[in-house]
C-alpha cells in the first residue's frame, strides 16, 4: 500500500517511534535511516497482531518539506521467504514525478467543494482534507481542517457530539475540548491537534 500525506518528512517521521507504534498495536523491530533516489528515508520492521494473525511489515516513510510518503508491505510473520520479497519491492519504489494526476481519481465518492469556504487541500488514502489556506498544519486564524471520508457501515448516529467524543477517546494522546460559539446555526467543538468537528 502506498500513502501520501500532506505533512513534512522531519515532522512526520518522529511519530514512527516505539512508543508510538505500541500505543497502535505494533512493535517496532528495526529503525534504519537509509538513502533513496528522493532523499533520505526510513526502514522500518514491524510486527503487528491482527484478526488472530501475527503479521510483519516493511515500511518504507521517505519524503521532503512538503508532504511524505509511506510505502507498506505486509506479510504474514512466518512467510520469511514472502516477507524477504516484498522488502525488494519496496526498496524499489520508483515515483514519476513528471505524471499529471488528479488524486480525486481513486476515491469512490465526491462532495461538495463549494460548500463550507474551505478548499481541497490533498487525499490521505481513502479520506479528502481540507482547510482555508492550504498549508499543513493550516495557518488559517481558525485553524479549522475538515476530513472528509466514506463509511463502510452504516451507523445510526442520534446524539453527534457524542459519537465524536467517544471515537477521540479511543485515540492515542490526551485530548482537550474547548467550546466556541461562532453562529446562531452552527456550533463548533475544536480539539486539540487541529481535530476539528461539526454538530448542526
Not at 1 to 6: A, F, L, N, S, T
Not at 75 to 83: C, M, N
Not at 105 to 110: N, Q, R
Not at 157 to 167: D, G, Q, T, V, Y
Request: charged letters at 25%; aromatic letters at 8%.
Amino acid at each position: 500500500m502506498v500513502m501520501e500525506m500532506p505533512a513534512p518528512y522531519g515532522e512526520a517521521s518522529k511519530g514512527f517511534n516505539a512508543e508510538q507504534l505500541r500505543s497502535r498495536g505494533m512493535d517496532l523491530l528495526s529503525r534504519e535511516e537509509i538513502e533513496t533516489p528522493y532523499g533520505n528515508g526510513l526502514l522500518l520492521e514491524i510486527d503487528q497482531f491482527a484478526n488472530g494473525m501475527q503479521f510483519s511489515k516493511h515500511l518504507l516513510i521517505l519524503g521532503d518539506e512538503s508532504s511524505t510518503t509511506l510505502v507498506n508491505g505486509v506479510f504474514l510473520k512466518d512467510a520469511t521467504d514472502v516477507g524477504e520479497a516484498i522488502k525488494k519491492s519496496v526498496l524499489s519504489l520508483y515515483s514519476n514525478q513528471e505524471m499529471d494526476v488528479n488524486p480525486r481519481d481513486a476515491l469512490s465518492y465526491t462532495v461538495d467543494e463549494t460548500a463550507g469556504g474551505l478548499q481541497f487541500h490533498s487525499v490521505i488514502g481513502n479520506a479528502i482534507l481540507m482547510n482555508q489556506d492550504l498549508k499543513t498544519p493550516t495557518e488559517s486564524e481558525d485553524m479549522v481542517n475538515l476530513v472528509v471520508d466514506k463509511s463502510y457501515a452504516k451507523v445510526e448516529i442520534e446524539n453527534k457530539r457524542n459519537f465524536c467524543l467517544k471515537r477521540l477517546a479511543t485515540y492515542p494522546g490526551n485530548y482537550t475540548t474547548e467550546y466556541r460559539k461562532r453562529s446562531q446555526e452552527v456550533e463548533f467543538w475544536i480539539w486539540s491537534m487541529d481535530v476539528f468537528v461539526r454538530d448542526r
